[in-house]
């Protein structure tokens, strides 16, 4: 070989080469992780790369491993919405760890198994399976997303309600309650209602109806320190009574939607409930 055709076979053979780079452009790995799950992907469509040049082998451990992660996730957040679950705690720290990522790996994977069906190794394999399994997972996943977006935002409203409660029940005290309330005197000043439909009513005088979520019969709590003269003056029927006649609107309802959270908290300055009047008038 001379040299004139030594060099233009060089020059072929680092063309074709240089070609087959172009043509096997590498995706960097991406690791995604939520909770004690990993997940090893590439985004072939966002580096503009053919998903048919990868190696079938790598692209089935790939898609794989995201279905399993999604199966995860599934799994770890089904008692999202029963907090009488032991798992309701965890199911709900994962989905708000995964409300800020999530979402975009999941559009990662569902163009990628998009894009896998114009590959020749597509009906072959595994790949049937793993597309199938794959775009029911994005489905049920993206509706875990959304409720738990939904739930996320209820479970902020209750937290903020609680946290304001201790400040509407002081400025119902002070609107309703004298400087040194008489025992016995069945004066109520404030009601609440949790979203589990536990009902307090408090009285001027330190004493609280409560009623439990399953709907038992209310029953009366007396404060600590309680003397034995004082003890006297208490009749707990006058006390549920007061709790049956306060009006069902005043009571301060915890939200059990965002929708509730946006109607106004009932007034303290309202008119008194009819069973403060009724109650002074009898001691």
Request: with cysteine; net charge positive.
């Amino acid at each position: 070989m001379n040299f004139v055709s030594r060099k233009l076979w060089i020059v072929g053979g680092l063309s074709l080469a240089l070609g087959a780079c172009g043509a096997g452009k590498v995706v960097p790995v991406q690791r995604y992780s939520l909770g004690v799950s990993r997940a090893d992907y590439r985004d072939y469509t966002g580096a503009k790369s053919n998903i048919c040049d990868a190696e079938p082998r790598w692209l089935t451990d790939e898609l794989s491993a995201m279905n399993g992660l999604m199966t995860r996730f599934l799994s770890e957040t089904e008692q999202v919405k029963n907090p009488q679950s032991v798992d309701y705690s965890r199911s709900v720290e994962l989905l708000k760890e995964a409300a800020g990522s999530l979402d975009k790996v999941l559009k990662v994977h569902q163009n990628n198994l998009q894009a896998m069906q114009k590959c020749g190794f597509a009906r072959s394999g595994a790949f049937p399976d793993i597309a199938k399994r794959g775009t029911e997972l994005l489905e049920q996943s993206r509706a875990r997303l959304a409720g738990g977006g939904q739930l996320l935002a209820l479970e902020e409203v209750q937290r903020k309600w609680k946290e304001e409660a201790p400040q509407r029940e002081q400025t119902a005290r002070q609107t309703w309650c004298a400087k040194t309330p008489e025992v016995g005197s069945t004066d109520l000043y404030y009601a609440r209602k949790f979203a589990d439909g536990r009902t307090e009513w408090l009285f001027c005088d330190g004493h609280v109806v409560q009623s439990a979520a399953n709907g038992g019969e209310p029953t009366l709590v007396s404060p600590e320190g309680l003397s034995a003269k004082d003890r006297r003056k208490v009749k707990p029927p006058r006390y549920l009574e007061a709790a049956q006649s306060y009006p069902a609107e005043e009571i301060d309802k915890q939200p059990k939607s965002v929708a509730d959270a946006a109607a106004p908290a009932p007034a303290p300055a309202a008119a008194p409930a009819p069973a403060q009047s009724t109650a002074a008038g009898g001691n």
